[in-house]
């Protein structure tokens, strides 16, 4: 299981940290995703991060702006929001998928397995 949160009401400028915490399985085997949807709007990739945490890939509208960090320790995969725009408007999902190499970062939703609830981050100009 896969929960997100973290989400809140912020304005532009600010920042924001979500957390994914995962359960009942090796999280550490698990290469982990972001993704979000705004109103209106397709669901699209943010970033990711492979299941060694060696490698990250991220959207372009997010780099520079977003980080993506995990701690296997700790089950949970972070997403740190800096410089937040009102068009970052949207709910965040997180997803994990496994049997993967090292390397694995993927940018397609169909390509995730498990999927959390969302968290809401809404970003006011």
């Known amino acids: 299981q896969l929960q997100a949160y973290g989400g809140g009401l912020v304005q532009a400028g600010d920042s924001l940290r979500l957390s994914c915490a995962a359960s009942g399985r090796i999280f550490s085997a698990y290469a982990m995703g972001w993704f979000r949807q705004a109103p209106g709007k397709e669901r699209e990739f943010v970033g990711a991060?492979?299941?060694?945490?060696?490698?990250?890939c991220a959207a372009d509208f997010v780099k520079g702006r977003f980080t993506i960090t995990r701690d296997n320790a700790k089950n949970t995969v972070y997403l740190q929001m800096n410089s937040l725009k009102p068009e970052d408007t949207a709910v965040y999902h997180c997803?994990?998928?496994?049997?993967?190499?090292?390397?694995?970062?993927?940018?397609?939703?169909?390509?995730?397995?498990?999927w959390g609830q969302g968290t809401e981050v809404t970003v006011s100009s």
């Open positions: 991060i492979s299941w060694s945490g060696d490698v990250t």
């Open positions: 997803a994990a998928d496994g049997g993967h190499l090292s390397g694995w970062c993927g940018r397609a939703a169909y390509e995730y397995t498990y």
